[in-house]
């Protein structure tokens, strides 16, 4: 069964960075497409970014364009969340998940079957 780890998570200063990553233990992620969401406290859960099982196509919010790229490396069986110019706003737990539908990348939770336990991401001075 497909399990998901989340790392990277921590404090950072605004305008700071961090890199995220998922992993998968056991298992290949090279068939799925995956996805980045997060969620604050008193929010609903949010797309972040997607990436194909390939890693062909890409999408993301338009609240995080120009400051995260999402990656993967299928030879390592891990996907990367790079997270630059952070803001206060980002702060949330972020998940990574798993869509076994490869070729399809949306930020909406629905297709994604499989989730991470989550990291959290504080931005914070």
């Known amino acids: 069964q497909l399990q998901l780890v989340e790392s990277g998570g921590g404090l950072v200063q605004p305008g700071g960075s961090l890199t995220l990553t998922c992993a998968a233990s056991e298992w290949t992620l090279s068939s799925y497409a995956i996805g980045w969401f997060r969620q604050a406290p008193g929010k609903e859960r949010e797309g972040v970014s997607c990436i194909t099982a390939l890693g062909t196509i890409t999408n993301s919010a338009d609240s995080v364009i120009g400051r995260f790229s999402i990656s993967r490396d299928n030879a390592k069986n891990t996907v990367y969340l790079q997270m630059n110019s952070l803001k206060s706003e980002d702060t949330a737990t972020y998940f990574c998940?798993?869509?076994?539908?490869?070729?399809?990348?949306?930020?909406?939770?629905?297709?994604?079957?499989?989730w991470g336990q989550g990291t959290q991401v504080t931005v914070s001075s």
């Open positions: 998940a798993a869509n076994s539908r490869g070729w399809a990348c949306p930020l909406s939770s629905a297709p994604y079957g499989t």
